[in-house]
């Protein structure tokens, strides 16, 4: 009984003293963030002591000591500060202001003021963690940031520069400093820096449009379009105005040869029919017509499935080639192609009437038709063009002369290498295909067969987005690029794909060849694949003379391989000669010779090796799978399809081999 008295004493005084230390750690840890709030530095202090924002700090003590002042005092902020990159960055950017001393008076110093505080957040000290994605701030120049997260943080600003934070959360006793990697302009300023150019000096310092330059100040439009507008170009290319001097025939080779009143008229309601009132973007630009300068005329804006095409009183639709070019009065997009308005086009209808040149003529003198000639040469063709006719030449450009020979295979790399009586009969068969006996305007040709100098080969007009294409044997179509262009013998297409025959495509394909491609038009969802086989089947000959196993690719799995590559959107867009070997490539990846393999006898995770050397994989899962070098698995959609000594298996995706992966 005496010992609890004893015992209370002793926990009292344990209690006190687990008291006692307790205020004592309190009051500790109190002194300690007194201590560590008051060793923070000030903003300006803490920035200053960053040598990778000595620019700032130069910004800060040339502007006034308003801002300065505001970064000292006690309020709490945010500061995005610049590296000195950034600064150097934007300063080449600039004209007429190479570093700090080009702001060196009291309106360029304005601009800086109106720059630091478009970096500054007051009233808060947001930390990292406080910015989410979407949020919304404005800066002490009265303009807004939006802050979007993608792993770093970026800010965002009316003028659609981004900013990276690369260092956060730095804190000093009156807010946070992000460094960030570019300056943000307010737009309250921007004009001040960047002197926008106008139309007239865009067009003069653009090599691609030097002839556009030359036609304006021969028709004398320099002062209409030196005006504040705005206006919208569609700025035709150089190469776009040379199709104008062969549209106007041997009297017209520059504009130095417009020199009558009714001439220069013509070029200036020409120029006039490619210039719209307002300023609009290629986002503003909406289908339907377009009223133009030209009174009482206006420009077709045409939905071509991947953007717009515009159309004139010819057959042809002319392309963009760059937009949004933004000037001080205005926007420029440049187009592949002069648009004609209806009353010119009936005087250039009236000049073409009296071109004195024969066809022969017309394919010598033009450069983009060499090859074109040379092979007509070759083939003692070149004289036929100078009949009386009249002719219509379907002409294949330089271009597209590339993209036969890998077709043909063998040893013809060149045009020179057809030396042999069977393969110059092969070449002129193909060309004999590209000209029909009689006269064939863009606006004469219908849906339907043309026939052809070359026996019994025909051609196949389909209807287009842009007009009228050529469809040949391999059933790739062929755009026509420039149209109507008249000889005294007859009319001059240009085309941009040569045009194979079906007796070439007969001679090049074997027996095998010739049975698995009558098989494939049978089977539905397989155009894409038939086309590709019936132009390239010839380089698959040696494999399916044994028996053989091919995975052939639905339409379907076609058109996500085109969304896939830039630059091509069909079949018909590999015409050059890499563009085959690609395809070439792509062919004989899908067929396997180790013999024909039945779905019943494929096993799981079976290797098999294909026509062009690397290997495929069978993987067997609730269904039959294909695993090319993607890694991604081809589903077998129609397995069995017997045909000769080999078999057909549909797959819903085009198989890629290593060596593609790395060029695509």
Same mark, same amino acid.
């Given at each position: 009984m005496k010992t609890i008295p004893q015992l209370s004493k002793t926990i009292f005084a344990l209690l006190l003293i687990a008291i006692t230390f307790s205020c004592t750690k309190d009051n500790d840890t109190v002194e300690k963030e007194e201590s560590i709030q008051v060793e923070l530095p000030e903003l300006v202090k803490l920035i200053k002591e960053n040598e990778e924002l000595s620019s700032f700090v130069n910004v800060l003590e040339l502007i006034n000591e308003e801002v300065l002042m505001q970064l000292n005092s006690t309020e709490q902020k945010t500061v995005f500060v610049p590296t000195n990159n950034a600064f150097e960055s934007l300063f080449s950017s600039l004209e007429g202001y190479s570093s700090l001393s080009d702001f060196d008076s009291l309106e360029k110093k304005i601009i800086l003021v109106e720059i630091v505080k478009h970096h500054i957040i007051n009233g808060e000290a947001l930390m990292s963690k406080d910015?989410?994605?979407?949020?919304?701030?404005?800066?002490?120049? =009265?303009?807004?940031?939006s802050i979007t997260i993608e792993g770093d943080i970026f800010i965002t600003d009316e003028t659609a520069a981004l900013a990276k934070i690369i260092k956060k959360d730095q804190q000093a006793i009156n807010g946070v400093v992000h460094v960030i990697d570019e300056i943000l302009v307010p737009e309250s300023v921007l004009s001040q820096l960047i002197t926008e150019k106008s139309i007239l000096e865009l067009v003069s310092e653009n090599s691609e449009l030097s002839l556009l330059n030359e036609a304006i100040t021969k028709a004398g439009l320099t002062n209409a379009l030196s005006t504040d507008g705005p206006f919208t170009v569609l700025a035709p290319s150089n190469a776009a105005i040379e199709q104008l001097f062969n549209l106007l025939g041997d009297n017209f080779n520059s504009f130095n !040869?417009?020199?009558?009143?009714?001439?220069?008229?013509?070029?200036?309601?020409?120029?006039?029919?490619?210039? $719209?009132?307002? =300023?609009?973007?290629?986002?503003?630009?909406?289908?339907?017509?377009?009223?133009?300068?030209?009174?009482?005329? #206006?420009?077709?804006?045409?939905?071509?499935?991947?953007?717009?095409?515009?159309?004139?009183?010819?057959?042809?639709? %002319?392309?963009?080639? @760059?937009?949004?070019?933004?000037?001080?009065?205005?926007?420029?997009?440049?187009?592949?192609?002069? @648009?004609? +308005? $209806?009353?010119?086009?009936?005087?250039? !209808?009236?000049?073409?009437?009296?071109?004195?040149?024969?066809?022969?003529?017309?394919?010598?003198? &033009?450069?983009?038709?060499?090859?074109? =000639?040379? $092979?007509?040469?070759?083939?003692?063709?070149?004289?036929?063009? &100078? *009949?009386?006719?009249?002719?219509?030449? /379907?002409?294949?450009?330089n271009e597209s002369f590339s993209g036969l020979l890998p077709l043909l295979g063998g040893a013809l790399t060149t045009i020179e290498d057809f030396d042999t009586i069977a393969e110059i009969n092969l070449l002129r068969d193909i060309l004999l295909y590209h000209i029909y006996n009689g006269e064939l305007l863009s606006a004469d040709l219908v849906p339907g067969d043309i026939t052809t100098l070359s026996g019994e080969n025909k051609l196949k007009v389909v209807s287009t987005q842009e007009g009228y294409g050529l469809v040949d044997a391999t059933k790739l179509a062929a755009d026509i690029l420039v149209a109507d262009v008249k000889a005294k013998n007859g009319i001059i297409h240009t085309i941009d794909r040569v045009l194979l025959p079906q007796s070439i495509i007969?001679?090049?394909?074997? *027996? %095998?060849?010739?049975?698995? $491609? !009558?098989?494939? #038009?049978?089977?539905?969802?397989?155009?894409?694949?038939?086309?590709? /086989?019936?132009?390239?089947?010839?380089?698959?000959?040696?494999?399916?003379?044994?028996?053989?196993?091919?995975?052939? +690719?639905?339409? %379907?799995?076609?058109?996500e391989l085109f969304k896939s590559i830039e630059g091509y959107d069909s079949l018909a867009d590999f015409n050059t000669a890499k563009d085959i070997e690609i395809l070439k490539t792509i062919i004989k990846y899908h067929c396997v010779e180790s013999g024909k393999?039945?779905?019943?006898?494929?096993?799981?995770?079976?290797?098999?090796? #294909? %026509?062009?050397?690397?290997?495929?994989?069978?993987?067997?899962?609730?269904?039959?799978?294909?695993?090319d070098k993607t890694g991604l698995p081809a589903k077998v959609k129609t397995a069995d399809k017997e045909v000769l000594k080999g078999v057909i298996h549909i797959v819903d995706k085009v198989l890629l081999p290593q060596e593609l992966i790395e060029k695509l």
């Open positions: 910015l989410s994605n979407g949020l919304k701030l404005v800066t002490e120049s =009265k303009e807004e940031f !040869d417009f020199n009558g009143l009714v001439e220069i008229e013509v070029l200036k309601r020409i120029l006039l029919y490619h210039v $719209a009132q307002g =300023k609009m973007t290629i986002n503003e630009l909406s289908v339907g017509n377009l009223p133009t300068l030209l009174e009482g005329d #206006t420009v077709e804006v045409i939905d071509s499935g991947t953007g717009f095409v515009f159309g004139d009183a010819s057959e042809i639709n %002319a392309n963009l080639v @760059l937009e949004d070019i933004e000037a001080s009065n205005g926007i420029i997009h440049v187009i592949d192609k002069i @648009l004609i +308005p $209806a009353e010119v086009q009936e005087f250039l !209808d009236s000049i073409n009437v009296v071109n004195k040149k024969s066809l022969k003529e017309l394919v010598e003198e &033009n450069e983009n038709f060499s090859f074109l =000639k040379r $092979a007509l040469t070759i083939t003692g063709l070149l004289d036929t063009l &100078n *009949q009386d006719g009249p002719l219509t030449v /379907f002409a294949p450009s007969d001679d090049l394909a074997s *027996q %095998a060849n010739k049975v698995l $491609a !009558d098989v494939l #038009t049978e089977i539905d969802d397989l155009d894409e694949a038939y086309k590709l /086989f019936l132009s390239l089947g010839g380089s698959l000959q040696n494999a399916l003379e044994n028996e053989f196993t091919f995975f052939f +690719p639905t339409n %379907a799995a076609f058109v393999l039945l779905s019943s006898q494929l096993t799981n995770e079976q290797i098999l090796t #294909t %026509a062009q050397g690397e290997t495929l994989q069978i993987v067997l899962n609730n269904g039959t799978y294909v695993v």
